[in-house]
């Protein structure tokens, strides 16, 4: 194994993959997990007939990582290797990349997608992979799209359907699901090894090579009070309390406290009640109070005049889409208020102490001859936008050498990043050339930057997984991992608790190891079955639940003016991606806008225009019209953008795979003799 460099504990956890047992590698982050799965994927190559390797990994940007640092390496001299992520062009013909290469690696949807495709040039199946490996492996539960991909393979083990490939997943944190004791923590371990069919192995004889070779970081709670008066949040809670005298909810409808993750899931609700009554003063006030209590989030944790920016940005597009006297009111409030909220924002004597704390933290790692990196994680994407700004303007942050970059999800909406925007980002983090990420949680898993010797998490609520993950992106000796919150703030105890729960794993685990085989093989085939009788009867609800209204009889309404713009009949299903509208009357319920582009092109459509609702001044947007093969213009709709009439009531869903009735596959042969004979 010393062609590869694997240290002791490294070679120790390989022993049973190398025997073709299949098997969940636990080591922590930075412990060299996916040189480990090289070399039992170089092993595998050597002594198994028509070998081939498959890579799964959960986020864009570690396909390339995981190509170009491990992979190509260490096999491309004698392997065929191939990258494919959604913006390659072979993902096109992505089962012959896998017929004519060795080892391919590749998101798990893309290799989901191959396995239920039915075009040959597209289809994988199964029995051509001989070795799977998978990689952050915990996510392998509930709807995950790498348990879409292990039901498919438990299902062919259950049935005595085969060859099926060795399976090896990569952890740094199983995670208790839940859990609070030990015997619930062992149930979720077993039902993770279960959906893997795979046993779980760490090191034993070697944990102190291990301790030393991947040290953890100096954490420290970098704690601030509570800010003494914040007449700016004051001021927010006024005019909140207004809006919900105007609105009058029903007595049987309690709201809890503002400025509150409650609260606003409160108002979620509050909307949707408000559009199935068809009742806009409820629906439209809680859309409203949503937006004042993300000011009073934001202004928690990021600068006031964050929080006052973000809050005018909402008003300035509902300036243009008043069409009854809530929306007047709604309008006539923030206006009659503005001023005084910008005056407020920009009072710096009430500026919140958590960013001060901030500074101090960053300050005291960076300097201008230094050469630190670190990664400043925090929650949403527009988190990321106002952090990176104040770091742009703040002098003594700047005059210590900072360099900000901001690291998102990629996607399609325009506040996500391109997958050429995270590699560029990446690419520089690496290079020196940016030495602060600031990230949402994409940056957590697998992001390999050994250089990295500064962690901190701001404003953050996460589970015992995404601490562990966070934490191991520092990776020099002596890094620092900083919680920055608010004293006796939810913060600190759930990084306390996070701890808790980091110790149960380990426990669990322990006790998952010491069964014998023959219990241990016991438990996870019930656990199988169980599982794949769970799958089909949540299957069957799902089907029962799409016939449950005939599209006849269900009716699209804009969900912001409630007028009825379309029949679920004129509803087709394109590629299994697009829902588009096909009856050319729906063209005149809405009015185009702006032209939207992607970072990539697509087989057979290309994007065109925004839609918005034509009913006034409504301007709901709804989606986007396609070009679909070069002739058929089509709109293609966000379901979560209207209410559904059925016969019995009205309803709300927020994707497609919600609605009550079944949508048939969009005929392009039939739609040209319609439209064009």
């Given at each position: 194994?010393?062609?590869?460099g694997?240290?002791?504990?490294?070679?120790?956890?390989?022993?049973?993959?190398?025997?073709?047992?299949?098997?969940?590698?636990?080591?922590?982050?930075?412990?060299?997990?996916?040189?480990?799965?090289?070399?039992?994927?170089k092993r595998?190559l050597?002594?198994?007939?028509?070998?081939?390797?498959?890579?799964?990994?959960?986020?864009?940007?570690?396909?390339?990582?995981?190509?170009?640092?491990?992979?190509?390496?260490?096999?491309g001299?004698?392997?065929?290797?191939?990258?494919?992520?959604?913006?390659?062009?072979?993902?096109?013909?992505?089962?012959?990349?896998?017929?004519?290469?060795?080892?391919?690696?590749?998101?798990?949807?893309?290799?989901?997608?191959?396995?239920?495709?039915e075009?040959?040039?597209?289809?994988?199946?199964?029995?051509?992979?001989?070795?799977?490996?998978?990689?952050?492996?915990?996510?392998?539960n509930?709807?995950?799209?790498?348990?879409?991909?292990?039901?498919?393979?438990?299902?062919?083990?259950?049935?005595?359907?085969?060859?099926?490939?060795?399976?090896?997943?990569?952890?740094?944190s199983?995670?208790v699901?839940?859990?609070?004791?030990?015997?619930?923590?062992?149930?979720?371990?077993?039902?993770?090894?279960?959906?893997?069919?795979?046993?779980?192995?760490?090191?034993?004889?070697?944990?102190?090579?291990?301790?030393?070779?991947?040290p953890?970081?100096?954490?420290?709670?970098?704690?601030?009070d509570?800010?003494?008066?914040?007449p700016?949040?004051?001021?927010?809670?006024?005019?909140?309390?207004?809006?919900?005298?105007?609105?009058n909810p029903s007595?049987?409808?309690?709201?809890?406290?503002?400025?509150t993750?409650?609260?606003?899931?409160?108002?979620?609700?509050?909307?949707?009640?408000?559009?199935?009554?068809?009742?806009?003063?409820?629906?439209q006030?809680?859309?409203?109070?949503?937006?004042?209590?993300?000011?009073?989030?934001?202004?928690?944790?990021?600068?006031?005049?964050?929080?006052y920016?973000?809050?005018?940005?909402?008003?300035?597009?509902?300036?243009t889409?008043?069409?009854?006297?809530?929306?007047?009111?709604?309008?006539?409030?923030?206006?009659?208020?503005?001023?005084?909220?910008?005056?407020?924002?920009?009072?710096?004597?009430?500026?919140?102490?958590?960013?001060?704390?901030?500074?101090s933290?960053?300050?005291?790692?960076?300097?201008?001859?230094?050469?630190?990196?670190?990664?400043?994680?925090?929650?949403?994407?527009?988190?990321?936008h106002y952090?990176?700004?104040?770091?742009?303007?703040n002098?003594?942050?700047?005059?210590?050498?900072?360099?900000?970059s901001?690291?998102?999800?990629?996607?399609?909406?325009?506040?996500?990043?391109?997958?050429?925007?995270?590699?560029d980002?990446?690419?520089?983090?690496?290079?020196?050339a940016?030495?602060?990420l600031?990230?949402?949680?994409?940056?957590e898993?697998?992001l390999?930057?050994?250089?990295?010797?500064?962690?901190?998490?701001?404003g953050?609520?996460?589970?015992?997984?995404?601490?562990?993950?966070?934490?191991?992106?520092?990776?020099?000796?002596?890094?620092?991992?900083?919680?920055?919150a608010?004293?006796?703030?939810?913060?600190?105890?759930?990084?306390?608790?996070?701890?808790y729960?980091?110790?149960?794993?380990?426990?669990?685990?322990?006790?998952?190891?010491?069964?014998?085989?023959?219990?241990?093989?016991t438990?996870?085939?019930?656990?199988?079955?169980?599982?794949?009788?769970?799958?089909?009867?949540?299957?069957?609800?799902?089907?029962?639940?799409r016939?449950?209204?005939?599209?006849?009889?269900?009716?699209l309404l804009?969900?912001?003016?409630?007028k009825?713009?379309?029949?679920a009949?004129?509803?087709?299903?394109?590629?299994?991606?697009?829902?588009?509208?096909?009856?050319?009357?729906?063209?005149?319920h809405?009015?185009?806008g702006?032209?939207?582009?992607?970072?990539?092109?697509?087989?057979d459509?290309?994007?065109?225009?925004?839609?918005?609702?034509?009913?006034?001044s409504?301007?709901?947007?709804?989606?986007?019209e396609?070009?679909?093969?070069?002739?058929?213009?089509?709109?293609?709709l966000?379901?979560?953008?209207?209410?559904l009439?059925?016969p019995?009531?009205?309803?709300?869903?927020?994707?497609?795979?919600?609605?009550?009735?079944?949508?048939?596959?969009?005929?392009?042969?039939?739609?040209?003799?319609?439209?064009?004979d």
């Amino acid at each position: 194994m010393a062609d590869l460099g694997l240290y002791g504990y490294q070679e120790e956890v390989v022993q049973r993959a190398l025997l073709g047992e299949n098997i969940i590698i636990w080591l922590p982050t930075g412990g060299g997990k996916t040189r480990a799965a090289v070399y039992v994927a170089k092993r595998h190559l050597e002594t198994t007939p028509n070998a081939k390797v498959m890579v799964l990994v959960n986020r864009v940007h570690l396909v390339d990582q995981h190509y170009t640092k491990e992979f190509k390496p260490h096999l491309g001299r004698d392997y065929s290797l191939v990258p494919v992520t959604g913006d390659s062009q072979v993902k096109d013909f992505f089962g012959i990349v896998v017929q004519e290469s060795d080892v391919v690696i590749c998101t798990a949807q893309i290799f989901y997608n191959a396995l239920t495709y039915e075009e040959e040039a597209k289809h994988v199946e199964l029995s051509d992979i001989t070795l799977l490996i998978i990689d952050e492996c915990h996510h392998t539960n509930k709807e995950s799209v790498y348990n879409k991909v292990m039901g498919l393979y438990v299902e062919k083990k259950l049935k005595g359907e085969g060859p099926l490939p060795q399976i090896l997943g990569l952890t740094a944190s199983p995670g208790v699901g839940g859990a609070k004791i030990l015997e619930y923590a062992v149930e979720y371990v077993l039902q993770i090894c279960a959906n893997l069919d795979s046993a779980i192995v760490s090191t034993k004889n070697y944990v102190p090579e291990l301790k030393e070779k991947v040290p953890r970081p100096v954490k420290t709670f970098d704690i601030v009070d509570k800010r003494p008066l914040d007449p700016f949040g004051d001021h927010l809670k006024l005019i909140m309390e207004q809006i919900h005298e105007y609105m009058n909810p029903s007595p049987d409808f309690r709201l809890r406290e503002f400025g509150t993750q409650e609260y606003e899931a409160d108002v979620v609700v509050l909307e949707q009640r408000g559009v199935r009554e068809g009742n806009r003063v409820l629906s439209q006030c809680a859309l409203h109070l949503r937006q004042y209590n993300d000011s009073l989030l934001i202004n928690d944790t990021l600068r006031m005049m964050d929080a006052y920016l973000s809050l005018e940005e909402f008003y300035d597009i509902k300036f243009t889409t008043a069409i009854d006297a809530t929306d007047f009111f709604l309008k006539r409030t923030f206006r009659a208020n503005q001023s005084e909220l910008r005056r407020l924002a920009g009072d710096s004597r009430y500026e919140n102490p958590k960013m001060f704390k901030l500074e101090s933290v960053l300050l005291k790692q960076f300097g201008p001859n230094g050469q630190s990196r670190g990664i400043l994680f925090c929650k949403t994407r527009k988190s990321t936008h106002y952090l990176d700004d104040w770091v742009s303007t703040n002098k003594a942050l700047q005059e210590a050498g900072i360099s900000a970059s901001i690291l998102t999800g990629s996607g399609n909406g325009i506040s996500y990043m391109t997958q050429n925007e995270q590699k560029d980002t990446i690419r520089n983090f690496r290079q020196g050339a940016v030495n602060l990420l600031i990230s949402t949680s994409v940056a957590e898993e697998g992001l390999d930057i050994p250089e990295c010797n500064l962690v901190v998490r701001y404003g953050l609520l996460t589970n015992e997984i995404a601490q562990q993950q966070a934490s191991g992106r520092a990776r020099v000796k002596d890094s620092q991992y900083s919680v920055v919150a608010q004293k006796g703030g939810r913060e600190v105890r759930r990084e306390i608790t996070n701890e808790y729960l980091e110790e149960l794993t380990g426990q669990a685990i322990a006790v998952v190891q010491e069964m014998s085989f023959k219990e241990f093989c016991t438990k996870i085939a019930v656990l199988q079955k169980e599982s794949v009788l769970m799958r089909k009867a949540a299957e069957g609800l799902k089907m029962q639940r799409r016939s449950e209204h005939s599209p006849s009889n269900t009716q699209l309404l804009c969900r912001n003016c409630f007028k009825p713009v379309a029949s679920a009949g004129d509803i087709k299903l394109i590629d299994n991606t697009h829902y588009v509208n096909i009856n050319p009357d729906f063209k005149k319920h809405y009015k185009v806008g702006d032209r939207i582009y992607f970072d990539r092109t697509f087989d057979d459509w290309e994007p065109g225009r925004i839609i918005q609702c034509n009913n006034g001044s409504c301007n709901k947007n709804w989606g986007y019209e396609i070009k679909y093969k070069v002739v058929a213009v089509l709109p293609n709709l966000a379901i979560k953008n209207f209410a559904l009439e059925t016969p019995n009531g009205r309803i709300t869903v927020k994707k497609w795979k919600g609605v009550t009735f079944p949508v048939e596959t969009f005929s392009f042969e039939r739609y040209c003799q319609d439209n064009f004979d």
